[in-house]
């Protein structure tokens, strides 16, 4: 059974940092993606990020690119998501998401397991 815990998210005001981590258990996961998405309130949830974990590619949403930066530890099989020059836009709920797929997977519908979630909040 996979499962995925976030953790590290908090308030923090624009131009903050902030870093997410997503600890993976109960699966191989060198064969698959892993990414991030985020939900505002009212709004769908939005692909951020993903990372290949066999090769550590990665492809970032334009309204990130730059600003944030997914990686992974292998020995702690946990995906980091460092989050710099926060924005209030940047507000919402945080998931972290586990996807076994042979294409690159940018659709919440392509991922086949999901975290809780985290909540970031950053104040103007």
């Known amino acids: 059974q996979v499962q995925l815990v976030e953790s590290g998210g908090g308030l923090v005001q624009a131009g903050d940092s902030l870093r997410l981590s997503c600890a993976a258990s109960g699966g191989t996961f060198s064969s698959y993606y892993m990414g991030w998405f985020r939900q505002a309130p009212g709004k769908e949830r939005e692909f951020v990020t993903f990372i290949r974990w066999s090769n550590g590619r990665t492809y970032y949403a334009d309204s990130v690119k730059g600003r944030f930066t997914i990686s992974r530890d292998n020995a702690k099989n946990t995906v980091l998501l460092q989050m710099n020059s926060l924005e209030p836009e940047d507000t919402a709920v945080y998931f972290c998401?586990?996807?076994?797929?042979?294409?690159?997977?940018?659709?919440?519908?392509?991922?086949?397991?999901w975290g809780q979630g985290t909540q970031v909040t950053v104040s103007s």
């Open positions: 998401a586990a996807a076994i797929r042979s294409f690159p997977p940018v659709g919440q519908y392509d991922y086949n397991y």
